[in-house]
């Protein structure tokens, strides 16, 4: 089955109560039993749920994975990746990653002994050198936020697959629509369904896909034992968003392109990130492991000021400056004070991440009237 068939498909069949094309919201916390301990697969929505059963279903397939697991949030998704650890393991992260898997990192799992080394994995050979008799999980996002970096997911693998280190990839930026984590190696692939996947920005929700029947078990025990599931309606809102998702990925990726290339040329823009350059330090292996570059760009100004990033965002009419990232619509944000804000200011800028730096989320709008209105912003600064 393609990718355009399982996005509508896979996982999913009509309703066996009602013969319903779309998959039910059953609103619903408990199940009838016929006797103790005999049911039709359910028993209390907590530990499973018929919508949520579903979306799970749809995105292990997504994914070429065999379980998945939906929780109330991609730190949720997280959380529950990090409960699989105990006091003094360890956990090797890219140094260039959401503020809030930084913040969840460092400020909850570290006073549980849990330590985090974070190095640059654009060279896989820094990671070789950083993992010792302790580290249990390496923790890779490509493409990174903000900056836009690649790391080679397939080297990664086989350096964890030598050292009998879990890996785990954060596929948000990319979606199963532009690469496959799984494919290339990775044990466990998380989303932050809030994003692309659920596409409208009308949902919060996260999830894992792995193909370990063992760790799955695991997976499966901290979702229900914890509780930080989504609801029904939640689960239903993301099933609708994912049967458009490769329309929708193309578009974001068409758009990115086009407005990559504006700012690039413009006399105003001192940097632009963006993998889909040939100038940009791992095109090549974005190539490889990606269908398409996608909707996200980063981009400075010349004279590298904050108070001329901040007009420029407060200027725009078709973009809107807010959080988050993946809808339909074109978002604009400061990663500095808005998704880094939980980094230290030293650490952040280590990275690129200066009080300067401008992140973009391309929707799929028209492409020209997005280029018209940053146009019109770029002029007022």
């Not at 199940?31 to 209390?44: A, D, I, R, V």
């Not at 996200?296 to 407060?314: H, V």
Request: aromatic share 8%; proline share 4%.
């Amino acid at each position: 089955m393609r990718f355009g068939t399982k996005v509508i498909h896979a996982g999913i069949k009509p309703d066996s109560a009602t013969g319903a094309v779309m998959t039910p919201i059953y609103q619903t916390s408990t199940y009838h039993q016929k006797s103790p301990g005999e049911h039709k697969g359910f028993e209390y929505s907590r530990s499973s749920n018929p919508t949520r059963k579903v979306l799970e279903d749809n995105i292990a397939a997504l994914e070429n994975a065999k379980y998945g697991f939906c929780f109330g949030s991609g730190l949720a998704a997280i959380d529950a990746i990090l409960k699989t650890l105990k006091p003094g393991d360890e956990v090797l992260s890219t140094n260039d990653l959401y503020g809030g898997s930084y913040r969840l990192f460092t400020k909850i799992y570290e006073k549980f002994s849990i330590k985090f080394t974070f190095v640059s994995m654009s060279d896989a050979s820094t990671i070789e050198q950083a993992i010792n008799k302790n580290t249990k999980l390496i923790w890779v996002e490509t493409p990174s936020n903000p900056m836009m970096n690649i790391i080679d997911i397939e080297a990664v693998a086989a350096i964890a697959k030598k050292y009998r280190v879990k890996l785990v990839v954060d596929n948000t930026f990319a979606t199963p629509y532009l690469q496959n984590p799984m494919d290339l190696g990775a044990d466990v692939v998380m989303h932050s369904l809030t994003k692309y996947m659920g596409g409208h920005s009308d949902v919060v929700m996260g999830a894992l896909a792995c193909n370990d029947q063992k760790l799955a078990e695991e997976l499966y025990f901290i979702q229900n034992s914890s509780g930080a599931i989504c609801g029904p309606q939640d689960s239903f809102l993301v099933l609708r968003g994912i049967k458009t998702l490769h329309l929708r990925m193309q578009r974001h990726s068409e758009n990115g392109k086009k407005i990559a290339h504006f700012l690039y040329d413009h006399p105003k823009v001192d940097k632009v990130y963006w993998p889909g350059f040939e100038s940009h330090p791992n095109h090549q292996i974005a190539k490889k492991q990606m269908r398409d570059f996608g909707g996200m760009i980063s981009f400075s100004l010349k004279g590298d000021r904050k108070e001329d990033a901040f007009k420029l965002m407060s200027s725009l009419s078709v973009f809107t400056l807010a959080e988050s990232l993946g809808g339909v619509e074109s978002l604009i944000s400061h990663p500095a004070t808005m998704t880094h804000a939980a980094i230290p200011k030293e650490e952040r800028e280590k990275v690129g991440v200066l009080d300067s730096l401008i992140r973009l989320s391309v929707g799929v709008e028209d492409s020209d009237d997005l280029i018209e209105d940053l146009e019109q912003a770029l002029n007022k600064v």
